[in-house]
């Protein structure tokens, strides 16, 4: 543990320097089209990091992730329509709907072992994508289906979470994976942390130290629901669209798992290093071969899968970790922490 | 009042009774040392006393507290420790990092949980292994780290499920002296073990369980030479011991 101090440090400067770099990005990025791709990057880099916290961490594998993004983008936009509510504070009132539907959804798998988590959430997020499709009108609140939700034009209205150009959404998603980063790093040390990745590893063996598996996996569910449905509500508001298709199928929800898996999952860095490595190549398929062969950037994706699993199963972040860390031999960590 | 109150606990998993009305006391300060061919019911005897399921019928007390229906963590916080029989390692996690694990037992902070954690490491004499992957680590030393982990809880009860198994001589020789030092800190500890130098040289008391039955309890070396004892349990080689 002494040996990871030298690294840390440069993860912390290769991190802050990284951070510079996409603050001052859209100085440089004056395109609409590659500002799109970015925040489209940090966006699924979001979306991944919020998964992450629950499965990366815990070992669980949500496959409906989906359906909590939908719920806050629908809250979130139906509150603007119907109420004239901010989405500032829609995406609030979003994430805490998702909460309790993380929680009532989790609440009996994780009393069972197996993939019984996994089963119930793609389930759920299918019902709830199928059921909007399908919905014109409930209570009197137009869902209006598969159509989908226009959010209302309102100009250059900060205070309505619109804004004229791309730049401001980007400064926000920017914000908003560094905020998340931060949540995950104080989590990993915490702990929570160190409970989640010790019921990762093996329950009996955490539940045997006193750790309450269920109360521990369920309070993760809960702010991996609560962070994903902020995120919902970001893609309604810069999209000002959505459907139940696009924001809470079965595909996006697999896309997040990739980019999770890929870049390393129960890591701060791994998902965003995955959301980095295939939303642009994502993009660039679909623009370039998207009209010709449609989905072959799902079959890419099944390729970078299984490429990763076979030489990085830990995950991208691995040789990078290996890179950054140095770590010494066994001996020699032995010799600094003892000094200690 | 004993510490650990265990009152005709049986346990039939389908048509196979594991434990029939086990019943044992054990005292505060002392070591007892459970044993019994394979199959005997004595990893099931603590899977009950931790809380891993229910006994069918009977009753198990600690400090005078019915433990029914408490899950594992919580079994955990009324300070009584356990190890399994196949070490569970958090095999990711560095050796520091697990005991940390249980270190957060009873500190809320990163920093004392980690203090509590080398103060055991170095107690069990593992620090020069904290930065080691717990999955690199050899048979012996899981079982090292298990206790490490448990010790991290501070304990009052601590279950030791054959933690020698495995061992070399010299191994064993080292954890026994482990064992004894953990004892000495003012642990009670219950083991389950198949090497008998390792039970006779460490327990105060030594109760044998065939079939899910007691078939003897008592001082080691009576125990031993208990001729229904020789005959379940400890085979002809003992019989002239």
């Known amino acids: 543990m002494a040996t990871e101090s030298g690294g840390r440090h440069r993860v912390v400067t290769a991190t802050a320097a990284i951070g510079v770099l996409l603050l001052a990005a859209p100085l440089a990025v004056t395109d609409e089209y590659h500002l799109h791709v970015l925040i489209a990057t940090l ?159 093996d329950q009996d063996a955490a539940e045997a130290l006193g750790v309450h598996s269920t109360r521990y996996l369920l309070s993760a569910m809960a702010v991996s629901s609560f962070l994903t449905a902020l995120g919902g509500s970001f893609y ?44 642009p190549a994502g993009e660039i398929t679909r623009a370039t071969l998207g009209g010709k062969f449609p989905g072959l950037h799902l079959a890419i994706y099944g390729l970078v899968l299984i490429l990763a699993m076979l030489f990085l199963p830990k995950g991208l972040i691995q040789p990078l970790r290996g890179l950054l860390d140095r770590r010494p031999t066994v001996s020699g960590a032995a010799a600094k922490s003892t000094q200690a | 009042m004993p510490l650990l109150e265990v009152s005709s606990i049986s346990k039939s998993f389908g048509g196979n009774q594991a434990v029939k009305g086990l019943s044992f006391t054990v005292e505060s300060g002392e070591i007892l040392g459970l044993i019994g061919p394979n199959g005997a019911g004595k990893t099931t005897a603590f899977n009950m006393i931790a809380g891993y399921f229910p006994p069918d019928s009977g009753e198990i007390r600690f400090k005078g507290e019915n433990l029914a229906g408490l899950r594992p963590w919580d079994i955990s916080h009324r300070k009584i420790a356990r190890t399994f029989q196949l070490s569970k390692p958090f095999g990711d996690l560095t050796v520091l990092e697990n005991v940390m694990v249980g270190g957060f037992h ?15 490491l170095a107690f069990v004499g593992m620090s020069d292994r904290m930065g080691t992957e ?108």
Request: net charge neutral; aromatic share 8%; glycine share 10%.
């Open chain 2, 134 to 241: 717990a999955q690199n680590l050899t048979v012996v030393d899981r079982k090292r780290l298990e206790m490490a982990r448990c010790l991290a809880t501070e304990p009052e009860l601590l279950l030791l499920d054959e933690v020698v198994a495995g061992a070399t001589p010299a191994e064993a020789v080292a954890m026994m002296e482990v064992i004894g030092r953990i004892r000495q800190s003012g642990v009670t500890i219950v083991m389950v073990e198949h090497v008998m130098r390792v039970v006779m040289g460490l327990s105060h008391r030594v109760l044998v369980l065939h079939h899910g039955e007691t078939i003897a309890v008592g001082d080691p070396q009576a125990v031993s030479r208990d001729p229904v004892v020789l005959k379940a349990y400890l085979g002809a080689r003992y019989a002239h011991a």
């Open chain 2, 106 to 120: 009873n500190q809320g902070s990163r920093s004392a949980a980690r203090r509590k954690a080398e103060e055991v």
């Open chain 1, 43 to 201: 966006y699924f880099a979001y979306m991944a990091s919020a998964w992450n916290i629950v499965c990366g961490y815990t070992g669980q594998l949500s496959l409906g992730h989906s359906a909590l993004s939908g719920i806050g983008g629908y809250v979130s936009t139906l509150l603007l329509i119907n109420a004239g509510l901010s989405p500032w504070i829609g995406m609030v009132a979003g994430g805490v709907c998702a909460t309790a539907v993380g929680v009532l959804v989790g609440w009996p798998c994780f009393r069972l072992r197996g993939p019984y988590f996994a089963l119930t959430t793609i389930a759920f997020a299918e019902i709830l994508r199928i059921w909007t499709e399908n919905t014109e009108e409930v209570f009197g609140i137009e869902l209006r289906g598969a159509q989908g939700l226009s959010i209302p034009l309102k100009g250059h209205a900060p205070a309505l979470f619109q804004f004229d150009g791309k730049v401001p959404y980007y400064c926000i998603i920017l914000a908003m994976v560094a905020a998340l980063m931060a949540i995950a790093w104080w989590m990993e040390r915490s702990r929570m942390g160190f409970y989640l990745k010790a019921i990762r590893a």
């Open chain 1, 236 to 279: 309604a508001q810069y999209y000002r669209y959505i459907n139940p298709e696009r924001n809470m199928g079965l595909d996006f929800s697999i896309e997040l798992a990739l980019m999770g898996i890929v870049g390393g999952q129960g890591t701060v860095v791994g998902p965003i290093l995955g959301a980095f490595l295939l939303t």
